[in-house]
């Protein structure tokens, strides 16, 4: 490992310019957290959508929430996308519908995992292109979209391209 770090370091300063040129890198849009209540909305969102998930289950759900934020058919706030209505109600059901009882344990999980997405931009690279989920429980037919992973409870998806 020390051996293949060291070539790699010598063929950087061999070639910095080319290596650092041809590097076809996607930049993503950065989102920073712009107020508490941005980061209460991704905290609220984690705790309703994935209560018995654990920390990969909770990130993945922030990550779709933020990759929404992202996308451009969607709200460009992280409350926006959380509470946004379409023609059959609301995008995430627990915004318009009845809700779990607030645990405070696990909105403490949560909000660690929404800050940690929005501080220090954790993500998941499996789901950078994810937009949707949903429980194991239910079976939508969403022809717009592809499955990419299941995550505990869930299973999120792309849509088809």
Not at 71 to 86: A, E, L, M, S, W
């Amino acid at each position: 490992m020390k051996r293949i770090l060291a070539i790699f370091i010598l063929l950087l300063m061999l070639y910095p310019v080319s290596l650092k040129t041809n590097l076809n890198i996607p930049s993503v849009k950065t989102i920073s957290m712009t107020s508490e209540k941005e980061l209460r909305c991704l905290a609220e969102n984690i705790h309703y959508e994935a209560p018995a998930e654990p920390y990969l289950g909770k990130l993945a759900v922030a990550m779709v929430t933020m990759n929404r934020v992202r996308h451009p058919d969607f709200p460009k706030t992280i409350c926006g996308v959380v509470y946004q209505r379409n023609p059959r109600g609301c995008q995430f059901s627990w915004t318009c519908g009845a809700k779990m009882k607030f645990n405070q344990t696990i909105y403490n999980e949560s909000m660690r995992v929404a800050k940690s997405v929005l501080t220090d931009r954790e993500q998941l690279v499996s789901l950078e292109n994810a937009l949707y989920f949903h429980n194991t429980k239910v079976t939508p037919n969403w022809t717009f979209a592809r499955p990419v992973v299941r995550i505990g409870g869930h299973i999120f998806y792309e849509p088809k391209t």
